[in-house]
């Protein structure tokens, strides 16, 4: 399986993907239509981690900015005890409603609440408190939303995010590339917050994974 993104030596991304257990058959499906339209998934590596997240904490209720078609709304949806709910946010409707058709065949519907819209608009009418939030949409809106995330953490929440090394980009300290500035402004401000203990992963884009005090 190919990623574009990843910045994850090619023989080791290839290594892993050989020897990590195959997903399931909807996800496998998904991951077909995600390579097969060079769509920007996460991919099962870092999914894994989203999975095991929800597993770790116990969370009951998620936030996702940034849904896509689904791929992990459904990694993160399986791993839910039962009652829990992962209500996601995807600004293309085609991309929403194969989504909730995936969610529906995979048994989901029932823990799944996927919004069609602008996902800060979505979080800004939300009160929270969230066990955990996952931000994946635009990077020129991730400042944004890290304003709106941490007030509806519970303490002790997880906050989430993707493309934290942007394949490499954010080498560059004059960059002028409006997403890059955002994504370094995010780091900074996360690994500066007294009020999360923040993590990097540099697997893939890198995955930064942040826990609220509490
Ligand atoms: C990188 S894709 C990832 C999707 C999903 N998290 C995954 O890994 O499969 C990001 C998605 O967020 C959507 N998106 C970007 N900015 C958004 C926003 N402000 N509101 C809602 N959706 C947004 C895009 O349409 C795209 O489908």
Redesign the pocket.
Known sequence: MTDSFSITNPAIHAYLDRVRPPSDEILREMEEHAEARKF???GPQCARILHALVKMSGARSIF?????FG??MYWMAKALPARGMVVG????PT?VAAAKEYFRRGGLSNRTDLRC????GYLRAEPGPFDMIYC???KE?YPDALDLAKPRLRPGGIFVADNLLRSGQVLNDVSRETATVAIQEFTRRLYADPDFFTVIIPIRDGMSISVKAG
Request: proline letters at 4%.
């Open positions: 920007p998934y996460l996702e900015l940034g849904s896509g791929y992990t946010t995807e600004g293309d991309n819209g602008d996902a800060l994946d949409i635009d809106g």
